[in-house]
C-alpha cells in the first residue's frame, strides 16, 4: 500500500506536507506534473539566472501557505470544515494547472481561451476522474460556494497565490524588494461578516506588501529585457503559424494551426489531453530547430531567443510616435533586405502598466480594534486612496540591436 503522507523539501518555506490521499493523488497526476516543466516566470531567466523555478513548485508553496491560513483562522475560532478544508486546499493547489509554455507569454497564443479558463476545464476533468471529489473546490475556485472568504485565499489582492509568487520569485531572481512578512500577514488574517480581512495590527505588513509588488512589477515581471523575449516568442509563433498548414504533426504545431476556443474544448474531450502534452521543452527544441529553417524570418527569429540575441527596447513616458516607427522600419528594410511588411517581426510597439492596487478586486479590508472594517487605503497612514488608485503607464518599442549601430 502507498503511503499517500509525504514531507516535500522546499528551499523557500523548509519542510511541506502532504497530508491528504486526494492531494498526493492530484499532485502525482500527469496534469500536475506537467506543470514541473513550465517555467513559473517564463523568459525572466535571461535576465535572472536563477528564475528557472517552476509552477509546480509555486503550486506547492500556495498550499502550503494555505495550510498555514487554516491553521490560523481556526484558532480564531473561524468555523472551517474539513471537506471545505480539504476543498480550498485542493483549490489553490490547481489555481494555475491552466497555464500553458512559459506561463503568462503564451497567454492566447495557443487557444483563443485564458488560462483561467483552462484551469477550470483542467479541474472539471479531474472531477470527472475522481469521482467527484472536486466539485466542493470548484465552487470554491469559481466563487459559487456560499461562503465567500474561502474563494478570497485562492483569489483577491491578498490571496495564497500572491503570497507564495512574490516570495518565491524574490528568492529566485535574488531581487530583495520582494520579500515580505508572509508569516505575518498570515497571522493578521481573520473572517468578519464572511469576508477576509486583516487585523489592524496587520497594517504595515500590507502596506510593504502592496508596495513591494509594485515594485517587483517594474524589476521582475515588466523588466525590459524581458518584454523583448516575450515579443520576439510572440513573433516565432506568429511566423510558424503563417507557414504552416494545418497538421497534426506534433502537439505544439496542432494548437498553432488550429484556433480552438473554450467550446472547442468542452466539445472534443481529446484537446485538453493533448494541450496538456505542451510544456517549455516542446516550444524550445522546436524553435532550436526552426533556426535551420528555410523561412529567413522564422530562422533570424528563432536564432535571437535561443542565442540571446535580443532586440534593444526604449521605454518612456510617452507614446511612442508613428514618425519613430516608420523610420526604424524604413532603415530595417534596407539593413536586412526585407520588405515593409515583414519589419513588422521585427519592430514594435506596446504598453506596460502597473497597478499597486485595484478598487474594483476585492479590496483589502482591515479590521479595526473596535470591530469596524475599513480599506487598507482607510487605515493606512503610508497608503491614502490618490496612491492606491494611481495607475502608472510606460511606453515601448523594440526593434533590431543592428539599428543602433547603422
Known sequence: MTNKRKIINDPVYGFLTIDDDLLYDLISHPYLLRESQIKQLGFTYMVYPGAMHSRFSHMLGALNLMNRAIDVLRSKGVTISDEE????????LLHDIGHGPFSH?????LADIDHETFTLLFMQRLNEQFNGRLSTAISIFDDTYPR????????????MDRLDYLARDSFFTGVSEGIVGTERIINMLNVTDDMLVVDEKGVYSIEKFIISRRLMYWQVYMHKTVIVADNIFYNIMR?????YKPTDETSLLHF????????????????????????DNDVITTVKKWIHHDDKILRNLSSMLINRHLSAIKVGNQPVTSDLVDSLRERLCQLFDIDRTETEYYIGTGILRNNAYNFNDQEIRVRLKDGSILDISEASDQLDHRFLEKQVTKYYVYYPKELRQS
Open 105 to 109: 507569454t503564451s497567454e492566447h497564443m
Open 256 to 279: 498553432l494551426t488550429h484556433r480552438h476556443s473554450e467550446a472547442d474544448f468542452r466539445t472534443d474531450p481529446s484537446l485538453l489531453d493533448l494541450f496538456a502534452t505542451i510544456d
Open 85 to 92: 478544508s480539504l476543498g480550498v486546499k485542493v483549490a489553490i
Open 148 to 159: 465567500h472568504f474561502l474563494h478570497q485565499l485562492v483569489s483577491s489582492q491578498l490571496d
Open 239 to 243: 511566423r510558424a503559424r503563417e507557414l
